[in-house]
């Protein structure tokens, strides 16, 4: 695909990249839109609320999730990410350099980040009866304040299981470890629009760990970036990934 030099990202033909006219890059080119994009994912917030209480670590790790609470917060340089965005094209699914086209892939995801990338995939349903899953899995019953939807409140999850009892059997503590995997997708895997809440259809794959850890969180990942980044590359959009 041919573009017109190094810092214009316009193409010469769109007869592919048929989004032009809508993209982040046309309007940035057109000086319409100069705003820096701005992150979604609160794992900084996340780790100063909920320090990770030793007994469910093994938990955790059964589950497959400890490689990405050991990664902790990650600087990152979001005058780069924009600048990627910009050249990202949602109808290949690539990004556009000077260089040639380029993609994030599985083995990018499971080398980054430690994720399984086979197995069955994650899905599910968003049709959910959530007083009755969250009992069951997690031991208590959100209030209305702390749900969104079928989203739940990931400061409500920290307040109500981060702190196991000194004597807390085996269920008591895997329904910590379940809150605190929650949470920690809902701030760093699957963040939603400002980081704060996260979808209970993922709680119910967190009913065995041993299962759980079977499943495709790499490609689930891989698939919520790619749909974050063809958000984003829309001119009003001002926050991503």
């Known amino acids: 695909m041919s573009f017109r030099g ?15 006219d ?18 979604r994912q609160q794992m900084r917030a996340f780790l100063g609320m909920w320090r990770m209480d030793p007994r469910i670590r093994p938990y ?3 589950a497959g999730f400890y490689g990405i609470y050991r990664l902790g917060h990650v600087i990152i340089d979001w005058p780069l990410i924009t600048s990627l965005v910009e050249r990202w094209r949602p109808e290949t699914h690539t990004f556009h350099l000077p260089v040639g086209e380029m ?6 995801v499971a080398i980054l980040l430690g994720l399984r990338i086979d197995g069955p995939a994650v899905t599910g349903t968003s049709v959910l009866d959530v007083a009755g899953l969250c009992v069951e899995l997690l031991g208590v019953i959100p209030q209305d304040e702390a749900l969104r939807g079928a989203a739940i409140s990931i400061r409500w999850l920290c307040q109500q299981l981060s702190t196991p009892a000194p004597d807390a059997d085996d269920v008591a503590l895997q329904r910590s470890a379940r809150g605190f995997i929650l949470a920690l997708m809902g701030s760093f895997l699957f963040a939603d629009k400002k980081g ?10 967190l ?20 749909r974050e980044l063809c958000r984003a ?7 991503c990934c």
């Open 233 to 239: 590359r829309w001119g009003t959009r001002s926050w």
């Open 207 to 226: 009913r065995d760990f041993t299962q759980t850890a079977s499943y495709s969180w790499g490609g689930a990942v891989l698939a919520h970036t790619y």
């Open 6 to 20: 190094l810092r214009d990202a316009d193409p010469l033909d769109t007869s592919v990249l048929v989004l032009q």
């Open 103 to 108: 993609t994030i892939m599985l083995q990018d």
């Open 22 to 39: 809508r993209h982040r890059s046309h309007l940035v080119d057109t000086e319409q839109f100069q705003e820096v994009l701005h992150p």
């Open 196 to 205: 704060v809440h996260v979808h209970l259809c993922l709680l119910s794959l």
């Open 60 to 62: 955790v790790i059964r």
